[in-house]
């Protein structure tokens, strides 16, 4: 998500050194935290940099980050749920160890840390159970957030038809609420899903 910096920088340790207001865990601890490599966590750290420069960011940058990409439509209330799902604690804000964790896990986690981090987006209000009012919620601001972009072009009622069309696929005892280990279970019976969860692997 956050690009490589414009201005050159040195090779060295850059976690290592002091950022205004904040100074993130050592290169060493986030390697053995997280599945990514010494040179990869510096390559994302340079990005994280450039975006956030105190090391943290709060939900209107992290929204102002996500119009970037996604100009076509309006990402405010995704970027919403997705900031929140990444927030540990109440500062409202992210630190770099937070997004490098979720990330990780996102990207070159199990199947299972993927459910888990996908459940925990469409479960709004953290009960354990998706109710089809929070599926549409975000799948309304997947829709939103894309725009023209998507294939074929997005009527008010697609976002409804669309999970009408899957709810009852996935609440497998019919009672109205979905849950983590349902989820997993749809996921596992069709193969798409599943190699769609193997390319969320972040290539750098």
């Not at 940058?61 to 970037?68: C, L, N, R, V």
């Not at 979720?102 to 987006?121: A, H, N």
């Amino acid at each position: 998500m956050f690009g490589a910096k414009n201005k050159k920088e040195d090779d060295g340790d850059d976690l290592n050194l002091h950022v205004t207001r904040y100074r993130p865990e050592e290169l060493d601890k986030l390697t053995k935290t997280t599945k990514f490599s010494r040179k990869e966590i510096q390559l994302i750290y340079r990005g994280f940099k450039q975006e956030c420069p105190t090391g943290l960011v709060d939900e209107d940058a992290f929204k102002d980050i996500f119009a970037q990409f996604f100009p076509q439509g309006d990402a405010t209330q995704y970027a919403h749920y997705v900031f929140n799902t990444i927030k540990q604690n109440s500062s409202g804000q992210i630190s770099f160890e937070e997004f490098l964790g979720i990330l990780s896990k996102v990207s070159r986690g199990t199947m299972q840390d993927k459910m888990q981090w996908i459940f925990g987006l469409y479960d709004l209000n953290g009960d354990g159970h998706i109710t089809k009012t929070e599926m549409l919620d975000v799948v309304t601001s997947i829709y939103e957030m894309l725009g023209r972009n998507t294939e074929p072009q997005v009527e008010e009622h697609s976002a409804k038809e669309h999970v009408e069309r899957i709810f009852h696929q996935i609440d497998l005892n019919q009672d109205g609420v979905v849950t983590i280990d349902e989820l997993v279970e749809w996921c596992r019976r069709d193969d798409r899903i599943l190699q769609s969860l193997d390319m969320l692997d972040t290539v750098l």
